[in-house]
């Protein structure tokens, strides 16, 4: 075990990227620079960004679906290609763009991918990897968020149907999904047993888009609350064993926190450049603000803070491709979302600070940012649940 794991870190603190990988990059960035960066503000404006234009060119270019299989159309590429899109992404000017696309790529489609049936990967996997349908993940209820364990939803075996019948709460990509990973009761109790990961196709009769939610930030990005009433679906798309859904969830939620904290660490050193910029070109008393040494110091210390949460979280990457259903993993994807979330916390509000009045302005992107910063610490897992997973993982309890 110790060689195993020298192994890795050998492998990630190596430089991760090889020449390909920095192709890829160069091509995933001029595409953002050209077909989502431009239009933005009109998306911030519309509270919906174009999903379906945006994943099919993403799909034409074979951005979509890196790690999947190359029968449904994937790359089976390293996880890295991974990080690279990530990585690309969160340097999007706003939260919700980037959301809604790993929403699709990494955290609706994960457990389809590994468990679904070859029928259910060629009616869905396929066309989400071209960019032709859009996906989403039902798994929060109005009275269940972070307590994934006491979702209600029920999705009750009729015959060769299931009959699906409750409601799931901020669900991004809510409006314009042509199908929804969802996770429900297959059978009578509570806690983790008995649930189950069905693919909802949008268009099924009973499919409802309740409402579509006004937020505090991330408004490019499509929130809905979703009804599901006498929702009949064909008991074949079930994702993998009945019953096995809370487990196969929890492995998708290893690789979303994982993808929080890459675009997390991109978005942040955005952040911190665009403001370092802004106190060279500010002058206050007869000087650049950048000249004060307290503001070098602490975007020196957040610089510093940005670039450790990078490497733990490229060391989480090696390990989750090595086995992805480990302990450790969970730990460590744990860790790189509470840091994350509460690091975007701090660089968004100090970041605003060094802009003074301006960064209050509403055209001023800072101002975005702070909005949108604020959601990590909540969504995929509140900081508060993180720290539980990492306390239980520890074993703090008294001997």
């Known amino acids: 075990m110790v060689i195993e794991a020298q192994s890795v870190r050998t492998k990630i603190y190596a430089h991760p990227f090889t020449d390909e990988h920095e192709m890829f990059r160069r091509s995933v960035r001029a595409f953002i620079d050209k077909a989502i960066t431009p239009h933005v503000d009109e998306w911030e404006d519309a509270e919906i960004w174009d999903a379906h234009g945006v994943l099919r060119k993403m799909g034409d270019l074979g951005f979509l679906g890196l790690s999947y299989p190359s029968e449904y159309g994937g790359a089976e590429a390293d996880i890295w290609f991974t990080v690279v899109l990530m990585e690309e992404l969160g340097r999007i000017p706003c939260g ?61 075996p009729d015959g060769d149907d299931y009959v699906i019948n409750g409601s799931k709460m901020y669900i991004t990509n809510g409006v314009q999904a042509d199908w929804v990973c969802l996770l429900a009761r297959t059978e009578p109790g509570t806690g983790y047993k008995g649930m189950s990961l069905i693919l909802v196709p949008t268009e099924t009769p009973g499919f409802i888009v309740h409402k579509k939610l006004k937020k505090l930030g991330n408004h490019s990005s499509d929130t809905a609350v979703l009804t599901f009433e006498d929702c009949r679906v064909p008991r074949s798309n079930l994702i993998g ?159």
């Open 96 to 156: 919700g763009v980037p959301m809604g696309i790993s929403v699709h790529t990494d955290m609706c489609t994960p457990a389809l991918a590994k468990y679904g049936s070859h029928e259910l990967r060629e009616r869905y996997l396929a066309p989400a990897i071209r960019g032709e349908m859009v996906g989403a993940i039902g798994v929060t209820e109005p009275n269940a968020g972070s307590d994934v364990a006491s979702i209600i939803t029920r999705a009750e």
């Open 241 to 399: 064993v009945e019953g096995m859904g809370f487990y196969m969830q929890m492995e998708q939620f290893q690789r979303e926190r994982l993808v929080a904290a890459i675009l997390g660490v991109s978005g942040m050193e955005q952040a911190v450049r665009k403001t370092i910029q802004y106190c060279q070109e500010r002058v206050t008393f007869g000087k650049p603000l950048i000249a004060n040494q307290w503001i070098q110091f602490k975007l020196g210390e957040l610089l510093t803070e940005i670039e450790a949460l990078r490497h733990l979280s490229y060391h989480t990457a090696a390990l989750l491709e090595e086995d992805e259903t480990s302990l450790h993993v969970t730990k460590l994807a744990s860790m790189c979302k509470l840091k994350v979330g509460r690091l975007m916390r701090e660089v968004a509000d100090t970041c605003l600070q060094f802009y003074g009045g301006m960064g209050y302005m509403e055209e001023t992107p800072i101002s975005r940012y702070f909005r949108d910063a604020r959601l990590t610490s909540i969504g995929g897992g509140a900081d508060e649940v993180m720290l539980g997973i990492i306390a239980k993982l520890e074993n703090f309890n008294p001997r």
